[in-house]
């Protein structure tokens, strides 16, 4: 059984940063991908950043720049630093995990950005 425990959603002004932190535990071996969606109220899921085990990222475009995904394969752990936040980044945020095809998400975190 594969368990993704998320952490560091909250409240923040928009133009301040938060830190989401996922982590992953259970039957892992390797991760292949490791990344984080977004569910704003009334739209689908979306992805906004994802990190190869090797190291390779991409991002939506939406956050280029302002959002910096960075990984633990020692840890097995995900996180998403976010700066320079927006009204319109406020969603539920979700970590994702690819294990050889398996597909993990955690519960989700709210992040919720006020003007």
């Known amino acids: 059984q594969v368990q993704l425990v998320e952490s560091g959603g909250g409240l923040v002004q928009a133009g301040g940063s938060l830190r989401l932190s996922c982590a992953a535990s259970?039957?892992?071996?390797?991760?292949?991908?490791m990344g984080w969606y977004r569910q704003a109220p009334g739209k689908q899921r979306e992805l906004v950043a994802v990190?190869?085990?090797?190291?390779?990222?991409n991002y939506a475009d939406s956050v280029k720049g302002r959002f910096t995904i960075s990984r633990d394969n020692a840890k097995n752990t995900v996180a998403l630093q976010m700066n320079s936040l927006k009204p319109e980044d406020t969603a539920v945020y979700y970590c994702?995990?690819?294990?050889?095809?398996?597909?993990?998400w955690g519960q989700g975190t709210q992040v919720t950005v006020s003007s």
């Open positions: 994702n995990i690819n294990v050889f095809n398996n597909i993990y």
């Open positions: 259970g039957r892992i071996f390797s991760i292949n991908v």
């Open positions: 990190i190869t085990s090797g190291g390779h990222t």
